[in-house]
């Protein structure tokens, strides 16, 4: 933990109501997922210096159900978030989004991007996103109903690039998907390794959902990722849709792509069914 994070504490001790102020809106194409037949809502996550605020949907019922952890992307758990969740407890997991940023910023209060990735999202250190997931995964188990056996992992934009390193980092997964995301990028003392890095140590067959249109990512540094996996005996596959821009799954913003984003969770569900996370 970054002694500085411990002493400021947690900015965000409740999440984001409504969706981010930070990116263009397409309100009109946002799919609203119900939570009948689910247990969903806020809850806190026990971490060393506190409490995280997260949300958590799985099917009503004692379970124990297969576990999802859900990495947003840059702009917090808001409603998009909270939607994957359900959608994925719909498909029966038990599906858990911690805010990963709490100890940062209020993502509700920011609308610059720049700004975002300036004074949060470079300064969150990759340990303590491991600890906060790892974290994550024991509520799951310990409260939220969930089977330790059948670990997953998902995350979108940046946490397309997280899921990359937790899947470096936890021998307990058992599958991973990443939504599109940085593969490369700069590296500093608090992240000091990307996706390309930890291609080649993977604990879990990765599955990569990525724009062809997506200027975050290249051919080349997918083609050199599956290279770096294959060597060392990993099982990495990429899908990519070739009109694709970044943030395609993101139904709230003008980038969503609906045909690209269906066929994306459905290979997504049977990825996690095929490696040993079946709901």
């Not at 109501?17 to 996550?45: C, F, K």
């Not at 939220?144 to 899921?163: E, K, Q």
């Not at 990512?217 to 990993?234: T, V």
Request: net charge negative; aromatic share 8%; proline share 7%.
């Amino acid at each position: 933990m970054n002694p500085s994070l411990a002493r400021r504490g947690f900015v965000m001790t409740s999440l984001i109501g409504g969706l981010t102020m930070a990116t263009p809106r397409a309100l009109a194409q946002v799919i609203h997922t119900d939570s009948n037949g689910l247990v969903a809502g806020e809850v806190q996550i026990p971490v060393a210096d506190g409490h995280l605020p997260a949300y958590a949907a799985r099917p009503a019922g004692a379970g124990p159900y297969a576990t999802v952890l859900v990495i947003e992307e840059i702009f917090g758990v808001h409603d998009y978030i909270k939607d994957v969740c359900r959608r994925l407890a719909k498909a029966g997991y038990l599906a858990v989004a911690p805010e990963l940023y709490a100890r940062l910023a209020d993502l509700s209060k920011l609308t610059d991007p720049q700004e975002i990735v300036r004074d949060v999202i470079d300064r969150a250190p990759d340990a303590t996103m491991l600890s906060d997931l790892d974290a994550t995964a024991a509520w799951a188990t310990a409260h939220g109903h969930g089977n330790p056996a059948r670990l997953g992992v998902t995350g979108f934009c940046r946490g397309g690039r997280d899921t990359w390193i937790y899947a470096a980092h936890n021998q307990a997964l058992k599958a991973a998907v990443a939504w599109y995301g940085p593969l490369g990028g700069a590296r500093t003392a608090i992240q000091p390794q990307d996706p390309l890095d930890v291609a080649a140590s993977l604990q879990c067959p990765l599955l990569g959902l990525y724009g062809g249109a997506d200027p975050s990512s290249s051919p080349a540094q997918r083609h050199e990722a599956e290279a770096r996996a294959h060597a060392a005996g990993r099982q990495v596959t990429f899908i990519v849709y070739p009109d694709a821009p970044h943030g395609f799954h993101a139904d709230y913003r003008p980038s969503y792509r609906r045909e690209a984003a269906e066929d994306g969770w459905t290979r997504m569900l049977a990825w996690f069914a095929s490696h040993g996370v079946e709901a």
